[in-house]
């Protein structure tokens, strides 16, 4: 009777061991610090990107550039915003402050660019629409209050039509603002 009492108490010793030697979980429904800084992409990263492909000497005979939202070079940016909402979450600002410097650089300081939102497929078309636009325009508004001027930029809104992911609907990666470079703007 006493070896059971003591293997019990030893069982129920190297439980309770256990149990503090597993990991704990976390919970996963924002991203840590270092997680939203590597998805942050530099001025320069994104300048690259919005920047036209060097031809050699090439002159398109009859073709004129379009000025449309499928016109020009593209960058997805990771733009965090509170849920169901075109609230900026304060995070937002280190990616924003990256695209400001890339719009107001040398290669790029001419261009107009065009704000695409973006939705994953969850919720209504027509409530994902307007959220998009929402969110695009929220993205001008803070670059042009940060000097960049009004006129370089438009905005517009697809929701879920353009799916990055488009073989998984509901991804995260799908909730996203593109730039798309224009071209010079007119003087």
């Not at 006493?2 to 010793?13: A, E, P």
């Not at 990616?95 to 001419?110: I, P, V």
């Not at 508004?141 to 073989?167: C, M, P, Q, W």
Request: glycine fraction near 6%; hydrophobic fraction near 35%.
């Amino acid at each position: 009777m006493k070896l059971n009492r003591r293997v019990s108490k030893i069982i129920r010793s190297m439980g309770a061991l256990a149990l503090f030697y597993l990991p704990m979980p976390t919970p996963a429904a924002e991203p840590s610090s270092d997680e939203a800084s590597k998805s942050v992409l530099s001025d320069r990263q994104i300048e690259q990107a919005l920047q036209q492909p060097k031809t050699r000497s090439f002159a398109p005979r009859g073709l004129t550039r379009r000025d449309t939202a499928d016109a020009g070079q593209s960058v997805n940016l990771n733009i965090p915003f509170e849920h169901n909402s075109s609230a900026l979450r304060p995070q937002a600002s280190a990616q924003l402050t990256q695209l400001q410097a890339a719009l107001n650089s040398t290669s790029l300081r001419m261009d107009r660019f065009v704000v695409a939102g973006h939705t994953d497929a969850k919720g209504s078309p027509e409530y994902n629409k307007r959220l998009s636009l929402r969110r695009a325009e929220a993205v001008k508004h803070y670059l042009v209050a940060k000097g960049i001027d009004t006129n370089r930029l438009d905005t517009v809104g697809f929701g879920s039509e353009r799916l990055l992911e488009s073989d998984r609907p509901g991804d995260p990666s799908n909730r996203r603002v593109e730039i798309r470079d224009l071209g010079p703007a007119a003087h």
